[in-house]
């Protein structure tokens, strides 16, 4: 942390120059101590330059050894925090279409429970809540949300669609009531057994999901908690489940606990931009721009 000595000379001129104008004997003043300035500032500058060096090395050898903690206090963290985002943001938008709170507390829970499962293990939730707000979106019952998307995961978790694709195929039946022959053999290639009959035929959403939910077997993502992809999820759960308990997740809703370390720090942040905008504190940084 070297401190070039022309800043420190101009510095202590300019504070010179104001302790010299509440003095009686001005000039005085000024010659003395720049003339005291002048003999010594080489040897002033280099003590402070080896101490900031100094204070550079003890620095880095501080930050070798925590770094590993830090980042792992940072990493356990965000993950449980991001879980938290999504869950707010998944509310929000259920709640656009559904306004009973409690309705769509039990859908994320659900989708939550179904995402720990060696079920729904391989599934980013928020993969999850984005195929249930578009159920919603489409007209499905707030209480089918959760199973309807746990259909549809059947398919994405077999690799053979997206929950995007598959929402568009379903979202385009749902809109119409009927099941063309084009999306007959989308939801075929995805993996869905449907009977022939039902191609370009009028069929209703929550009819169209019970002949999909017989057509992928409810058990067929069985061993996928076993896989290297499930191995390496279970881990960055086990991660995230760290990050919940510092920061005070509740398991079952994915919500900050009232009172906990991670809903005092959201309240700091909503009253962080009033303290800022006192104008002592405002003033405060004013003068340390000074310095």
Known sequence: MAIDVGTIEATLGLNTVGFAKGAADANKAISGLTKTIG????????????????TSRIGRGIAIAVAPAALGFGLVTKLAADQVGSVEQATLALRAYEKDAGKVDDVLSDLLRFARSDLGVLFNRKDLFGAAQGLKIMGANTEDVAGFTKIMARSVGLGLNTFDELGR?????????RLTGLDFDLLTKSGFVLDDSLRNTDITFGE???????????????GQADTIAGVGIRI???????GESILGVDKDTGRFIKGGAGDQLVTFFKELPAILADPEIQQAFKDIGKV
């Open 39 to 54: 003999s010594n500032i080489t040897t002033i500058g280099n003590k402070v330059k080896n101490l900031g060096d100094t």
């Open 169 to 177: 195929v379903i979202g385009r039946v749902g809109s119409t009531g």
């Open 208 to 222: 169209l999901f019970k002949k999909l939910d017989k057509g992928i077997p409810a058990d067929a993502l069985a």
């Open 236 to 242: 960055g759960t086990a991660f995230r489940t760290i």
